[in-house]
């Protein structure tokens, strides 16, 4: 089934879509592939010669990447290559780990996150997060998403901010007669856009998300993406992936990190970061290349 | 086919059912699972031997004097001793040791798991915790002579018993389950998955919004369990009280005794009940009101426990 | 959203920053407490045992016996009786605790481990002053005193028997869990090549647990030299013992010296140095179990950083 959808999807270089009846259609509309992103989008968010270490570990090496506003920005590279570093180091979820040190700097909107007098509380409530594994709390759907602006002292309709971010995430539909039910009833798709939700119901402008779709099936997969493009409109998304073909479909741009093995250590860096539809049909780097082509990797 | 190779293919068929046939008895396998079941059932008819020797040495009070018996209070006459005095005693202390035990030891265990950066001092805090709950719980009691017994008479409170009452056994109790707390605690709290923190970071809360709002609700019934339990323990406790000046004899609680009195007073509790009964020079006491005094805190004790498996199994989920 | 971003919008509130450090405080200031708790033990037992020990006459900790109050100290007449009585117990708990262990283990089915585990536990909630009752009302008259028919009512056998039983369920689910901490892959490996689960059990899964298993056994072992109130009711000798390494003899142990010192007279301050004396057993007493634990924790640390 997985084989199928993607290879199809490549053959025919047409976006699909799932109609009501939750079937893959195949559907013109909506371009999911960025295609020609503008590039007089503003640049929210500059990574500068950005260096992530674990304690004496040097897990990335400079990593110089600007990311435009209102545009899906994908990371993708081979497993260890510090993707998932980066993106955990631009809301200072990084912080969490005793041993973890950002270098470098990474401004948004112009200001130092890592500034002395930053609060990374603040930084994530701006910049939200979508992790790997759906992870709603174990509590109803409604406190999922209210759970965030609740701390954050919304001042507003709560019930309405929920049904709002619930919409925006394309799962009010399905779970507004259950809203105090618990997440966990919901199947591992509905609980990653619950996820969604969760993360946008703070109004972040930013929303990263690491391989979000990940541990999903292909039609749930899909109905992500989708997701990701709608979305867009609104906020500007940083992307975790290993699926090529998924950075090729939802990202405006790629950035292309790979990992050196030297010295017993294995850092990752950047190679090359550029228009997706470039990245995909005319790499700069032999190495870029290599790894789309399936050489390595 | 040749009838040849048929003939070997038979052969071949044969000796392969020979071979992976159950052949003979693998009599070391037989030795050693049977010595496994003999050890098992030992050990469980020791545990039913107990209660049902107890049981039947103290039927004929219970027949006797039926619930007067818990609720008659302490007296010299064997016909009329009960365990309500001790009852007393013992939920005075169990709730002087639920309140200094379990807000410092949960605490204590949040601090450990969530706070306390991974360094050698937290290692150090860390094994102590671990060394206290080993330390033998008459040291504790040498511990609340020495300073717990001392103080509550320095703060006024020694009362008729001179600080030999249920404030001094109950701090000392509550340092000896502060350990257990910690440690059950710890486990409760580490158990909770690390994706439900991050979740709480990620829409921007601060680490005791987290903690508050979503890694100790989820930990609950692993840290009520433990105090459950821990409660049970502080309640089952003997030598501890005996070094602290519990009264092993009889006394007197005046007929009007207020609860200040009954708190700052001498005091006595079940198990303490158990032990000085089952030295009394009359009979009666050691062979008949012994077992059933051992017989209503093993019933204390298995309620606890029972309700503390059943919070275990009620809320064993999978994230 | 505003297109410029100052410094100040991302600073956070105050308020909840301060919040946030004095919970953090509070909580450290709590973590702390055990700290506290081993230095005020620290102070209380060295205290009185360095003035025992600084007054008391050296001859007098080897003597014939323990009678604190008539000023005979004799420390070996604690370690042996201590010793033997442990010795008992482990002799009990050992086969006991593991055999069950392995059987709850290995053997049993889900559905009974779910009735058994509890009834193991059930046995570990019985209190000591109970096992105590019990050793005195039932192991003596009834096994003891069958078995040799010379032996007094109290008798340090009676005694490190009830400790048996008090240690066995401690045995059984402390290497229970270290025998289920062993990977099934292990098992399955074992299996694969064609053993029973006997030979598995013996030659697979309790050497990978050994370091639980050995853990559990010291950690009984401490247990047993820190338990009162069995050897404080069955092993009689309230007063003071002899020094005697017969286990059909009355004895008493570190712990049930300072239990019967405590409870010998309305005031524990007795004659001489007696009262002193009680803090110098208990130095000794908390300073052997805390090398004991330090070892059983150290196993446990290895099994658990093992799988």
């Not at chain 1, 510090?82 to 180091?89: A, Q």
């Not at chain 1, 998924?246 to 228009?275: C, I, N, P, W, Y």
Request: charged share 15%.
């Amino acid at each position: 089934m997985a084989n199928n959808i993607q290879t199809a999807h490549r053959a025919t270089a047409v976006p699909m879509k799932l109609n009501e009846a939750g079937s893959i259609a195949v559907s013109g509309p909506k371009r999911v592939t960025g295609g020609t992103p503008d590039d007089s989008n503003r640049v929210i968010l500059e990574l500068d010669a950005v260096d992530v270490f674990y304690g004496d570990f040097h897990a990335v090496d400079s990593v110089t990447i600007p990311i435009r506003e209102k545009e899906i920005t994908a990371l993708i590279g081979p497993s260890g290559c510090g993707k998932s570093s980066v993106l955990r180091s631009i809301n200072r979820m990084n912080d969490l780990i005793d041993t973890a040190r950002v270098e470098g700097s990474i401004r948004y909107h112009g200001v130092d996150l890592y500034g002395p007098t930053v609060d990374p509380v603040e930084v994530r409530r701006r910049i939200g997060m979508v992790f790997q594994k759906p992870n709603p709390f174990p509590k109803s759907i409604y406190e999922n998403v209210s759970f965030g602006p609740k701390i954050a002292k919304y001042g507003g309709n709560m019930d309405d901010l929920v049904e709002e971010s619930l919409r925006r995430a394309a799962l009010w539909d399905e779970v507004k007669d259950k809203l105090e039910q618990s997440a966990y009833a919901l199947s591992g798709g509905q609980q990653q856009r619950l996820c969604i939700a969760r993360a946008i119901a703070t109004s972040p402008d930013v929303v990263l998300m690491d391989e979000p779709a990940s541990s999903l099936d292909p039609i749930a997969t899909l109905r992500i993406e989708e997701l990701m493009f709608d979305l867009k409109q609104q906020y500007t998304i940083v992307i975790v992936t290993h699926n090529m073909q998924q950075a090729a479909r939802v990202s405006d741009r790629t950035a292309f990190f790979s990992v050196d093995v030297s010295g017993g250590q294995r850092t990752g860096h950047l190679v090359e970061f550029s228009k997706t539809t470039e990245l995909f049909t005319n790499p700069r780097e032999s190495q870029t290349e290599d790894y789309i082509t399936g050489r390595f990797g | 086919m040749t009838a040849a190779t048929k003939r070997r293919e038979e052969e071949t068929k044969r000796q392969v059912e020979r071979a992976i046939g159950r052949s003979g008895i693998d009599w070391t396998s037989v030795w050693f699972s049977g010595a496994l079941v003999v050890l098992l059932l030992t050990t469980l008819s020791i545990l039913l031997v107990l209660i049902a020797d107890i049981l039947m040495k103290a039927w004929p009070t219970f027949q006797e004097r039926g619930i007067t018996f818990v609720t008659d209070g302490l007296s010299l006459n064997p016909a009329t001793a009960g365990v309500f005095t001790a009852i007393v005693g013992s939920v005075m202390i169990a709730t002087i040791v639920a309140v200094i035990s379990f807000p410092i030891g949960i605490a204590a265990a949040v601090w450990l798991e969530e706070y306390a950066p991974n360094n050698r001092f937290t290692q150090f805090v860390d094994t102590t915790v671990r060394n206290l709950a080993g330390v033998p719980s008459i040291v504790y009691g040498l511990l609340g002579l020495a300073i717990f017994v001392p103080l509550v008479r320095a703060l006024g409170l020694g009362g008729s018993s001179d600080g030999k009452n249920v404030l001094a056994a109950g701090i000392t109790m509550a340092v000896l389950v502060l350990p257990i707390v910690v440690i059950t605690a710890a486990e409760a709290v580490r158990a909770v998955p690390y994706s439900i923190r991050e979740a709480g970071f990620g829409v921007g809360a601060t680490q005791w919004e987290v903690i508050r709002s979503h890694v100790v609700p989820s930990a609950l019934p692993g840290i009520l369990t433990g105090t459950v339990l821990t409660l049970a323990r502080a309640i089952g406790e003997t030598a501890p009280l005996l070094v602290i000046g519990v009264a092993t004899g009889y006394f007197a609680p005046a007929g009007d005794a207020t609860l200040a009195d009954q708190i700052t007073g001498p005091y006595t509790a079940l198990p303490v009940v158990v032990f000085s009964w089952s030295r009394q020079t009359q009979a009666e006491f050691a062979n008949t009101l012994a077992p059933a005094a051992i017989i209503v805190l093993l019933a204390v004790l298995f309620i606890l426990n029972g309700a503390a498996i059943w919070l275990r199994n009620r809320t064993e989920k999978k994230w | 959203m505003t297109p410029t971003l100052t410094i100040e919008a991302l600073a956070g509130d105050p308020k909840r920053r301060r919040k946030e450090r004095r919970v953090r405080t509070l909580f450290a200031s709590a973590g702390m407490v055990s700290i506290a708790v081993s230095i005020l033990i620290m102070v209380a037992l060295i205290g009185e045992a360095w003035a025992f020990i600084s007054q008391v006459e050296l001859a007098s900790l080897f003597t014939f016996g323990w009678f604190p109050r008539r000023g005979f100290y004799d420390i070996p007449t604690l370690i042996v009786a201590t010793t033997l009585i442990a010795g008992i117990g482990m002799i009990v708990a050992v086969p006991l605790g593991l055999g069950t262990a392995s059987y709850l283990a290995e053997y049993a089915s889900p559905r009974a481990r779910r009735w058994l585990k509890p009834t193991i536990e059930l046995l570990a909630g019985v209190p000591s002053v109970v096992l105590g009752f019990w050793a005195l009302t039932f192991i003596s008259p009834e096994f003891v005193q069958r078995l040799f028919s010379a032996a007094p009512p109290f008798t340090m056998m009676a005694a490190g028997l009830g400790v048996g039983v008090l240690i066995t369920p401690l045995v059984a689910t402390v290497s229970e869990d270290a025998m289920r901490a062993v990977p099934i892959d292990l098992r399955l490996a074992s299996y694969g090549l064609g053993a029973n689960r006997s030979v598995t059990v013996r030659k697979v899964v309790v050497p990978a647990a050994l370091s639980g298993i050995v853990a559990s056994l010291i950690l009984a072992l401490s247990r047993a030299i820190g338990e009162t109130m069995i050897v404080f009711m069955a092993a009689g000798a309230v007063g003071g013992a002899l020094r005697t390494a017969n286990p059909l003899e009355p004895g008493q142990t570190m712990t049930a010296a300072i239990a019967a010192l405590a409870t010998g007279s309305d005031q524990v301050a007795g004659e001489g140095l007696a009262f002193q004396s009680l803090f110098f057993v208990g130095l000794l007493l908390f300073l052997i179990t805390l090398v004991l634990n330090s070892v059983s924790n150290r196993f446990v640390r290895k099994y658990r950083e093992r799988y």
